[in-house]
């Protein structure tokens, strides 16, 4: 089936440093959904991407599809201690397919 | 807002028991799922239903299985709780869309633990 590979696994930042994570597939995607869940919460939908090249913002966080809709990425400017968690992106073939996620710490 | 409500938090179990976790979700989902979380592997999924007495096997259903007797609640079942099934179970839910593509609304979770 469909898989994605998502890095790094880990992270960790001074505050106010900045912050990507990546997810690649060997197969064009249809779209791709990001998610982040924080230390002992739930996964939460952020944001999902369709067009090939597609950029959409949410404040500090950058979303990018690639030109090949092939990987995508989630780039967090000037990072905060609220930003800390798992992020993940997931991909849809027949059903959700999740990145095994990027772990985020950021140190005060 | 979306309220997917996973009936325990926590739950411990010893090996060869029945044990059933109980998912509900308030908006009318046609859609819902059930996830197995452990570290470094992301999120796994077991079953999902896309109509109520309806059940799809997810990528890892070996030990399980669902049922979905009414629209708003997905059950998991493990039919005989095994050590290796110490996990956080999370349910999720999502209204139909083009491709089944839309977002998927999350529960608490249940931090499963089988001695």
């Known amino acids: 089936g469909q898989q994605v590979m998502q890095i790094p696994q880990y992270q960790h930042v001074q505050e106010g440093e900045d912050f990507t994570t990546y997810c690649n597939s060997s197969t064009t995607l249809s779209n791709i959904q990001w998610y982040k869940q924080r230390p002992g919460g739930h996964p939460v939908f952020l944001i999902q991407l369709v067009k090939s090249g597609e950029v959409k913002k949410q404040k500090r966080l950058t979303f990018q599809f690639g030109e090949a809709k092939k990987n995508s990425s989630l780039h967090i400017t000037a990072t905060q201690t609220t930003d800390v968690g798992t992020y993940f992106c997931?991909?849809?073939?027949?059903?959700?397919?999740f990145g095994a996620g990027t772990i985020l710490r950021v140190k005060s | 807002d979306v309220k997917v409500t996973q009936s325990s938090r926590y739950l411990v179990k010893r090996t060869g028991e029945k044990v059933f976790l109980e998912c509900v979700q308030d908006?009318?989902?046609?859609?819902m799922f059930w996830y197995r979380q452990d570290p470094g592997l992301g999120l796994r999924l077991i079953y999902f239903s896309y109509d109520v007495k309806m059940k799809e096997k997810g990528d890892i259903p070996e030990g399980y299985s669902v049922s979905r007797e009414k629209k708003e609640r997905f059950s998991l079942i493990l039919e005989s709780a095994s050590t290796n099934q110490t996990s956080m179970y999370l349910c999720a839910s999502s209204s139909p869309g083009q491709g089944n593509n839309q977002p998927q609304h999350f529960g608490d979770g249940t931090r499963l633990s089988i001695l």
């Open positions: 997931a991909i849809y073939g027949n059903k959700l397919v």
């Open positions: 908006m009318d989902h046609e859609n």
